[in-house]
DNA sequence: GCCGTTTTCGGCCCGACTGTTTTCAGTCG
């Protein structure tokens, strides 16, 4: 898959070009080209120059521009351009409060080339009298350098949202009377997001800021507007707030959801219907006449478009199915009946089966399945053989006794390094469900783990293969299996992937979980719970399944246990 | 550089805040 390095190359082209004051619209041209490549599926090496035109963004001039670059791996403009301005220079754009202009000006006027070399000019402070730059600016430039250095931060949905809602919560008991709601990435569940965008609505604006850059927890205030403020949190996590009148709320929700793509694409096509939108509503251009912004439905009828649910929105794909009336119905919450990834005390759970089999009911589950870990997990007390069959006979015991509810016998087994299970066929074989996953060998290159895969997809027991990209959220990339290669083989046999919805995993990501439905592959949402809280984590799991764009129907566990059973049964014995 | 339900040329989304200005440029989202 090419497409993540023809994405950088187009990025740097376009950084390149914005420092040498290049046309803002040729610039868009590159970046959008850019985010598209990085949105398909598709590897874009295995396309002509043809399809690549056909793409979004791409004419004729850029599918050569990506052609060449798959071919030879260069690009002349690209080249032409470096050798006009130091590749320091795209660091120095990196610094907040940095843009185009002013990184040009260093260079002219100070000759700056590197990041170390405007370190060492803001130490000596010999910035300030250059034109437009003052004490402040130098300033500010100072602690840019800071930030950017402490490495500009993602954060993990799960870690960012729980901070996000408390944020809610006590600006709404600070004043209650005003409309708040969440927007930006995090009301997108995106899973990992730079910042927290609040928006704010009520009688008296200044009374809602005063509380914002009040709230406990405060590092810094960054900016304090009429309209806008933002704060440093202890956490390091940077809180905007927008404020609006009442009648403004929707357009605003909306505008601060984003994501700017596809805002970008509904201000265009609004423009072309001679509207204008912004985040004080709808409106006519011709007179001025506002038509809505009081509700955020009011911004997709002025367009002739039904509501895009806010995942979706990220202007790959959901505005074309909005105006052909083929939006999905995504999966919800509660469209959940069962988790399939669940561990007990036997392994490396913190509470008994009767625990687990509670607190799933308490969720209204109609199901769990028991997914502990195997013997090749020693560190997590992996079960042997003979412990397994001991796990099984509590299971029935549990069973009989429970009336309108199913504990599913599973395990959780180590694909080991050569791609071998860790248990035998025949005892898998007498269990519910067999989730496979890796557990070792991340450094291995990425055939063999590949094939580690694909070897756990084709025994005839298995049917679920979890957290299959092994990836850890700011910890651990992905490692570098064919993902490719592991959905068609799934789709071949009819195996289901997880979604893991542990919050530092969210594996499947969104973009692959969108790609195994297009083969028509199930999915599993599983919380991978280790103790009883976890289960919760089974919102950012159907986070990341709509964010697929997931219906119901392409998820496992939506289904009520009879028919379950029947699907797990069916996936057994297909051998290639 | 892309694109067309007013266009194959002439547009290309829109507004807030800061710091430096005296009316605005730069940056950001």
């Known amino acids: 898959m090419k497409n993540p390095q023809v994405a950088s190359v187009l990025h740097e082209i376009a950084d390149l070009l914005e420092l040498s004051g290049e046309n803002p619209f040729r610039i868009r041209a590159y970046r959008r080209a850019a985010m598209n490549v990085e949105a398909i599926p598709k590897d874009v090496a295995a396309m002509g120059e043809e399809e690549l035109f056909s793409l979004p963004g791409i004419g004729k001039d850029l599918a050569h521009k990506i052609r060449q670059f798959v071919d030879t791996g260069r690009i002349d403009i690209h080249e032409e351009l470096q050798k006009k301005i130091p590749r320091g220079l795209l660091e120095i754009l990196r610094v907040p409060g940095i843009g185009p202009k002013t990184a040009r000006l260093l260079f002219d006027r100070k000759n700056v080339k590197s990041l170390e070399e405007l370190e060492a000019l803001v130490r000596s402070g010999r910035l300030a009298g250059l034109p437009g730059i003052?004490?402040?600016?130098?300033?500010?430039?100072?602690?840019?350098?800071?930030?950017?250095?402490?490495?500009?931060?993602?954060?993990?949905?799960?870690?960012?949202?729980?901070?996000?809602?408390?944020?809610?919560?006590?600006?709404q008991e600070a004043v209650p009377r005003a409309r708040f709601a969440l927007a930006g990435s995090i009301r997108r569940w995106k899973d990992t997001v730079r910042d927290i965008?609040?928006?704010?609505?009520?009688?008296?604006?200044?009374?809602?800021?005063?509380?914002?850059?009040?709230?406990?927890?405060?590092r810094e205030v960054l900016e304090r507007g009429a309209t806008k403020s933002s704060i440093l949190t202890v956490d390091g996590i940077q809180v905007d707030l927008r404020v609006v009148?009442?009648?403004?709320?929707?357009?605003?929700?909306?505008?601060?959801?984003?994501?700017?793509?596809?805002?970008?694409?509904?201000?265009?096509?609004?423009?072309?219907?001679?509207?204008?939108?912004?985040e004080y509503g709808v409106f006519r251009e011709a007179d001025g006449r506002r038509l809505g912004g009081r509700e955020e439905e009011?911004?997709?009828?002025?367009?002739?478009?039904?509501?895009v649910p806010p995942e979706l929105r990220e202007d790959a794909g959901e505005i074309e199915a909005a105006i052909e009336g083929k939006l999905p119905g995504l999966v919800s919450l509660a469209d959940i009946r069962g988790d399939l990834h669940v561990h007990t005390k036997w392994s490396d759970g913190a509470h008994d089966l009767d625990a687990v089999v509670g607190a799933a009911r308490a969720r209204k589950y109609d199901y769990v399945a028991i997914t502990d870990h195997s013997k090749g997990l020693g560190v997590a007390r992996g079960l042997t053989e003979e412990r397994?069959?001991?796990?099984?006979?509590?299971?029935?015991?549990?069973?009989?006794?429970a009336k309108g509810f199913r504990v599913l016998k599973g395990i959780e087994v180590d694909i080991r390094g050569d791609g071998t299970l860790d248990l035998p066929d025949a005892l898998l074989s007498e269990l519910d469900i067999v989730v496979a996953s890796v557990h070792s060998g991340f450094r291995q290159p990425g055939e063999q783990l590949t094939k580690r895969l694909v070897a756990a997809i084709r025994n005839p027991y298995v049917s679920v293969i979890a957290h299959p990209t092994g990836r850890l959220l700011g910890e651990r990339e992905a490692y570098p299996v064919d993902m490719e290669a592991v959905i068609a083989e799934a789709a071949r046999h009819g195996k289901a992937l997880e979604i893991n919805a542990y919050p530092l995993r969210l594996d499947l990501s969104d973009a692959w979980a969108r790609a195994a439905k297009r083969r028509g592959i199930p999915l599993a949402v599983s919380t991978d719970a280790h103790i009883?809280?976890?289960?919760?984590?089974?919102?950012?799991g159907v986070s990341i399944a709509r964010r697929g764009w997931l219906e119901p129907g392409d998820v496992l566990n939506t289904l009520p246990f009879p028919k379950l059973a029947r699907r797990l049964q069916a996936m057994r014995g297909k051998r290639a």
């Open 245 to 278: 009148a009442e009648d403004s709320f929707g357009a605003a929700l909306q505008y601060f959801t984003g994501s700017k793509e596809h805002n970008v694409r509904l201000r265009e096509m609004a423009s072309r219907r001679g509207l204008k939108i912004n």
């Open 134 to 171: 003052q004490a402040k600016t130098e300033e500010n430039i100072r602690k840019g350098i800071g930030q950017l250095r402490k490495g500009m931060e993602r954060f993990p949905l799960g870690k960012a949202l729980p901070i996000a809602r408390g944020i809610v919560d006590l600006l």
């Open 532 to 540: 009883l809280a976890n289960l919760d984590f089974m919102q950012y």
């Open 388 to 401: 397994v069959r001991g796990q099984i006979a509590e299971i029935d015991a549990a069973n009989r006794k």
């Open 197 to 218: 965008d609040v928006l704010a609505a009520g009688k008296k604006p200044e009374a809602i800021t005063n509380a914002f850059v009040g709230l406990p927890g405060t």
């Open 298 to 307: 009011d911004v997709y009828k002025a367009l002739g478009l039904p509501f």
